[in-house]
């Protein structure tokens, strides 16, 4: 139900714009995307089908199909093109078979190559589908690159590879545009095995060591242990990339607060700094993940882990009015988990807490984290429900929050898909034949 109304609401005032601001009851079109439109449509594609909202899917796929246009100019951003429409489109292809969604992931595929063309092969953050023009974020120093955003291809690639038969995307050798990239950061040396957020496309050199497990950093991380499972556990070196990391993190960055709260702490050049994002929040879920395939004397270990960062999480949600998590909480100055700062305390929606469940519940089934599920549930209903839509919140340290008059396409890819997986049963896109990309984008296991 929340799902139909989030879809029914962008079609009836939004639909072909990437997102519906429900409060106006009007289209947002932004600029991440370039010239680009529907990130909605294409982000929900893959969750419509799933629920069996066939009426639905097929509306989204009629736009696809007569509305999509690949044509078009504009600064657009490679990574969010890649995990939202690349991987959504790979998705509804997967799920369903229909060439459509095969042949529109291809052509738009293509048009990302040109952001590569960079001294190294790492690509900047920006590009244009038309000019085949690249740049980086006016606000990464020294025209550097970021590790979440080059880091987050492979999954994508690999599948591009496989259905064009192209190898230039990731086949295994080492000029294809991922592979490449693996090679840039195996050589490059790392602080204490930590990979720094921001890398110079053109000296292939970390720019600044800020070390962050929430944004920046994040869905890196992420594409290591998955690359690893979507290759049917073939590709190793992802697999010891992951493990060497996340040890580093564990050994450099995981602390406990006075009151016995696990987290994840963020680095900046040595100096802790004792805050973790809402998007961190993916990591409980992440290391539940590796957690299967850590070999039998780390395996408790990492389950362990992953749990209490889980329960971090939660308690950020829990210590908040709202029952919703702010975008960062902090561990400082008699703080836990809740945020300080003014600026921090908004809810844009985002899914990685009731990803991090989902995770938890497929891999323990204790009934917590339904229970938690369902928590946010009532919590979205009770404050993010507009009349016409869902809308992030400003303040989750009130029961009268203001709404940012937004429903991100993240809502409908991700945290509704999530919360619709937690409380099924496991063989709904079994976690052995399926990875999730990190916008919840299901890609098939290569068995
Ligand atoms: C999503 O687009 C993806 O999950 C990404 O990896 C991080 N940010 C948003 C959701 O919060």
Redesign the pocket.
């Known amino acids: 139900q929340m799902m139909k109304f989030a879809w029914d609401n962008y079609k009836q005032y939004a639909l072909g714009k990437n997102e519906l601001r429900p409060l106006t009851k009007n289209g947002h079109i932004g600029n991440m995307f370039g010239g680009l439109r529907g990130a909605t449509v294409v982000d929900a594609l893959d969750t419509l089908y799933i629920m069996e909202l066939e009426e639905e899917f097929q509306e989204a796929k009629k736009w696809v199909e007569k509305s999509f246009d690949l044509n078009v100019n504009g600064e657009a951003s490679l990574f ?1 093109v890649n ?2 429409y690349i991987g959504g489109l790979l998705a509804a292809y997967y799920l369903t078979g229909e060439e459509v969604f095969k042949s529109k992931a291809l052509e738009l595929g293509e048009k990302l190559l040109p952001a590569f063309n960079t001294p190294t092969g790492i690509p900047r953050s920006l590009f244009s589908p038309c000019s085949g023009m690249s740049w980086s974020w006016g606000w990464a120093s020294a025209g550097s690159s970021i590790l ?1 955003e080059f880091g ?1 291809l492979h999954l994508e690639f690999l599948h591009l590879s496989e259905l064009s038969g192209n190898p230039v995307f990731a086949e295994k050798a080492s000029t294809s545009q991922v592979m490449n990239i693996r090679k840039v950061l195996n050589r490059v040396e790392k602080p204490q095995g930590l990979y720094p957020n921001f890398l110079s496309p053109v000296t292939g050199n970390w720019v600044q060591h800020h070390v962050s497990i929430g944004g920046l950093g ?2 890196f991380y992420e594409y290591l242990i998955k690359s690893w499972l979507m290759s049917d556990k073939k590709d190793s070196e992802a697999k010891k990339m992951y493990d060497d990391a996340l040890e580093a993190i564990e050994k450099h960055l995981v602390k406990k607060s006075a009151g016995g709260l696990t987290y994840i702490a963020e680095w900046r050049g040595g100096i802790l700094d004792h805050k973790m994002g ?2 961190a929040c ?1 990591s409980g879920g992440m290391i539940a993940l590796g957690a299967e395939h850590a070999g039998e004397e780390r395996k408790q270990h990492y389950v362990d882990l992953a749990a209490e960062i889980t329960n971090t999480c939660h308690e950020s949600y829990a210590r908040s009015d709202t029952k919703l998590g702010p975008e960062a909480f902090r561990f400082d100055a008699g703080t836990e988990a809740m945020a300080t700062r003014l600026s921090e305390r908004y809810y ?1 929606l ?3 807490v009731v990803e991090s469940y989902m995770y938890m519940w497929r891999l323990t089934h204790d009934p917590k984290y339904r229970q938690w599920g369902w928590e946010v549930v009532k919590a979205l209903e009770k404050h993010c429900r507009v009349e016409a839509g869902f809308s992030g919140i400003r303040d989750v340290y009130t029961t009268t929050p203001t709404h940012d008059n937004m429903q ?1 396409s ?1 809502f409908l ?2 945290t509704l898909k999530y919360l619709y997986l937690l409380f099924c049963e496991d063989d709904v896109l079994s976690l052995d034949d399926w990875v999730f990309n ?3 984008h299901p890609l098939p296991v290569n068995h």
Request: a negative charge; charged letters at 35%; proline letters at 5%.
């Open positions: 969010e995990i939202r979440a987050t994040d869905s809402h998007l993916f844009i985002r899914p990685e991100q993240f890819a991700e990190t916008e919840a």
